[in-house]
């Protein structure tokens, strides 16, 4: 099954290995980001979440790292399972606003 | 807790005819979005609503598109006439308030909208 169809760029990672997915986004404004997990046939989920006045969050077995500077964030899973495969979303929003931007998604591949 | 609920879960429609989109959000969620999602554009935001009004709709492609939310507990997406180029899966999603830490969106399982 396919999100779509997307033609994403794909991170093929080892099972047991950890994962590390990453994210350019776009507004200098942005000050809190998310990162949501979509499985085939279903809508983005929750994963984790960071506000910009922090640089690292943690969670179980993912991390979340941001660097305002370059605008970059970057998803880490640690001992990435079968579990895992799934297009990884990075989303942004600005202050005193109500809406989240996804950004383009990257496709986590689990080799056995 | 029933989560987002969309129907259909598929649908095949024919070009030019109608199509409509339905939505239950959580019970107590204050907003609620419509997102696109396709092949070259990703995951698009739509149209969301504040307590059962239209907050902004730049997100809309064009007048074909029209969304309602007549209700706290429902709210409905429709093409009228759909065109191919309108394949996608649409997402409905909702949450407790703006985007804030605790406040997530929680998404539906989407509506995957073939028109031929």
């Known amino acids: 099954g396919e999100s779509v169809g997307l033609h994403l760029p794909t991170l093929s990672v080892q099972e047991g290995d950890n994962s590390i997915i990453n994210c350019a986004y776009s507004?200098?404004?942005?000050?809190?980001f998310i990162w949501y997990k979509q499985e085939s046939g279903k809508g983005p989920q929750f994963i984790i979440d960071?506000?910009?006045?922090?640089d690292k969050r943690q969670g179980q077995r993912v991390t979340v790292l941001l660097n305002k500077t370059v605008k970059h964030l970057s998803l880490q899973i640690a001992a990435t399972q079968p579990g895992d495969s799934a297009v990884y979303f990075c989303?942004?929003?600005?202050?005193?606003?109500?809406?989240?931007?996804f950004g383009k998604g990257t496709r986590l591949h689990i080799l056995p | 807790d029933a989560g987002v609920i969309q129907s259909p879960r598929h649908e095949v429609t024919e070009m030019g005819q109608e199509v409509t989109l339905r939505c239950k959000p959580i019970?107590?969620?204050?907003?609620l979005f419509w997102y696109r999602q396709t092949m070259m554009r990703g995951l698009e935001l739509l149209i969301y609503?504040?307590?059962?009004?239209?907050?902004?709709d730049s997100g809309m492609p064009e007048d074909r598109f029209s969304a309602k939310m007549p209700n706290a507990s429902f709210s409905t997406l429709k093409i009228q006439p759909s065109e191919p180029r309108d394949s996608a899966v649409y997402f409905c999603?909702?949450?407790?308030?703006?985007?804030?830490?605790?406040?997530?969106?929680?998404f539906g399982s989407g509506t995957r909208l073939t028109v031929v």
């Open positions: 999603a909702s949450s407790l308030g703006p985007p804030l830490p605790n406040y997530g969106y929680t």
């Open positions: 507004n200098s404004a942005s000050d809190y």
């Open positions: 960071i506000r910009s006045n922090m």
């Open positions: 989303a942004e929003s600005v202050p005193s606003d109500d809406k989240i931007i």
């Open positions: 019970s107590g969620h204050d907003y």
């Open positions: 609503f504040n307590n059962n009004v239209p907050i902004d």
